[in-house]
């Protein structure tokens, strides 16, 4: 079989371990060719690609972000793209495309495969781990490891100078990242998109603690958190060229917030693009093993239209469907909760 790889969306620690684990399955145990288009759609559009060979994966399993370039221009956004990337499909004769994404990147897939009827394989990708579907996404582990090891150094600076320390972390919708690493690195707050917050509340919280001769405090803020309606001025967020809201900045407003409304020292950082570079974990790397063996199963089962999952332990197949919200469970939140300071959501 001929079978197509892209990668799409932001990247993500794991991407080439996915790549390498497909191309590994497909040639030595079916013979077949694989071919990886390169930026994403981009590549299937212009017919921008190179043949991937096992010889040529060796020594990316460790490697962070992805070999084959990544991007978010997608056919149905490109005058001609959906004719375009058919004319390149058939070309290469691809029978099968596995699509390497987050819900961006596979809901194009989604409409491609309804558009086209065009064999279809998913992989979820993306270090906030919101894609419905799949108990976990690749990379997500990585980031938290990277955000907890960031809170860990930020706990000593803090005690030394008795601030609050503000911890911007990636999360637009979801704050998975914000609640492991909050858990993991011992915060005080959490402020997470699922549950606004009212600043108000956080500065009394943590008057409270410091007034108790409590040094220190670490506030984990998702980037996509924000304050109740009318209790705080809010981000004005900038929309990149493809519609995707930047988010950023809450973690230093924030900071500023508390600091004049309590008087405390406080310091912000985001953890931005650190989170979502360098090498995957060792769990992740066996995640995107496992995905990209289990993909290249599908397309020889002729199970199209599916993408790979992690559920309970294990990887199995689901619907290829559009993402619906993932919230951070019930259960973690009421874990995380027992640890916040009482009082606060
Ligand atoms: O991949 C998801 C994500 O990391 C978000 O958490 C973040 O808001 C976004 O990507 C940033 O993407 P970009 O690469 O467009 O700045």
Redesign the pocket.
């Known amino acids: 079989m001929n079978i197509g790889i892209l990668t799409g969306?932001?990247d993500?620690p794991g991407l080439n371990a996915v790549v390498r684990a497909v191309v590994r399955k497909a040639e030595k145990y079916h013979g077949d060719t694989v071919i990886g288009f390169r930026n994403g759609w981009q590549g299937v559009i212009e017919d921008d690609s190179e043949p991937l060979t096992i010889e040529k994966m060796r020594g990316t399993l460790p490697r962070g972000g992805t070999v084959l370039g990544t991007s978010?221009i997608q056919p149905f956004a490109v005058e001609g793209g959906v004719e375009k990337s058919k004319e390149t499909l058939a070309h290469h004769k691809i029978d099968a495309l596995i699509v390497i994404g987050?819900d961006g990147t596979l809901s194009v897939a989604v409409d491609f495969q309804n558009e086209t009827g065009f064999n279809v394989v998913g992989v979820p990708k993306?270090?906030?781990n919101d894609i419905s579907g799949t108990d976990m996404t690749f990379g997500f582990m990585t980031a938290v490891q990277t955000a907890t090891d960031a809170i860990d150094r930020l706990h000593t600076t803090a005690e030394s100078h008795d601030r609050i320390m503000v911890v911007e972390v990636?999360?637009?919708n979801s704050g998975h990242i914000a609640v492991w690493a909050g858990i993991a690195g011992g915060a005080t707050l959490t402020l997470i998109p699922e549950e606004p917050f009212d600043i108000e509340k956080i500065c009394s919280a943590l008057k409270a603690r410091h007034a108790t001769n409590r040094f220190a405090s670490i506030v984990v803020v998702a980037?996509g958190a924000r304050p109740i309606d009318g209790t705080m001025e809010s981000i004005q967020s900038e929309t990149?060229e493809f519609g995707?809201v930047?988010?950023g900045g809450i973690g230093e407003r924030v900071a500023k917030e508390v600091e004049t409304r309590t008087g405390l020292t406080c310091r912000s950082i985001s953890l931005s693009y650190i989170q979502?570079g360098g090498t995957p974990s060792a769990f992740d790397r066996v995640l995107c093993t496992s995905f990209g063996v289990e993909a290249v199963d599908a397309v020889h089962e002729k199970d199209f239209g599916k993408m790979m999952s992690y559920q309970k332990g294990k990887v199995t197949r689901v619907k290829l469907e559009k993402s619906k919200s993932s919230p951070v469970g019930e259960d973690l939140i009421n874990v995380a909760k027992t640890f916040f300071l009482p009082g606060m959501n």
């Open positions: 969306g932001g993500c978010r987050g993306t270090i906030d990636m999360g637009r980037e990149d995707h930047q988010l979502r």
